[in-house]
């Protein structure tokens, strides 16, 4: 079955950077375009970036542009995010998902923007 572990997640000052990874298995990892989500306190589902299967085309929300950069390693079945510049309003959960909705989603990493 689709597993998806994410990882990298903690508490980060204001500015910082943080990169998270997401490995997948059960599925055909190099066969998906892959998505990450994210989830603020008390708020809904928010779209944050996604890729396509090999990695060329990227797109971000425009709150995130500029700031954050999806990649992936197929041979590694694994799906990162690089964010730098982070701000406040960036705390959230986040997912790497199958889906831009993220109806097919891990457990999650937490991300605390703090100073």
């Known amino acids: 079955q689709v597993q998806l572990v994410e990882s990298g997640g903690g508490l980060v000052q204001p500015g910082g950077s943080l990169r998270l990874s997401c490995t997948a298995s059960g599925f055909a990892f190099s066969s998906y375009w892959m998505y990450w989500v994210r989830q603020a306190p008390g708020k809904g589902l928010e779209w944050v970036s996604h890729?396509?299967?090999?990695?060329?085309?990227?797109y971000y929300a425009d709150s995130v542009k500029g700031r954050f950069t999806i990649s992936r390693d197929n041979a590694k079945n694994t799906l990162y995010l690089q964010m730098n510049s982070l701000k406040y309003e960036d705390t959230a959960v986040y997912y790497c998902?199958?889906?831009?909705?993220?109806?097919?989603r891990g457990q999650g990493t937490q991300v605390t923007v703090s100073s």
């Open positions: 890729v396509d299967t090999r990695g060329g085309s990227k």
């Open positions: 998902a199958l889906d831009r909705l993220g109806r097919n």
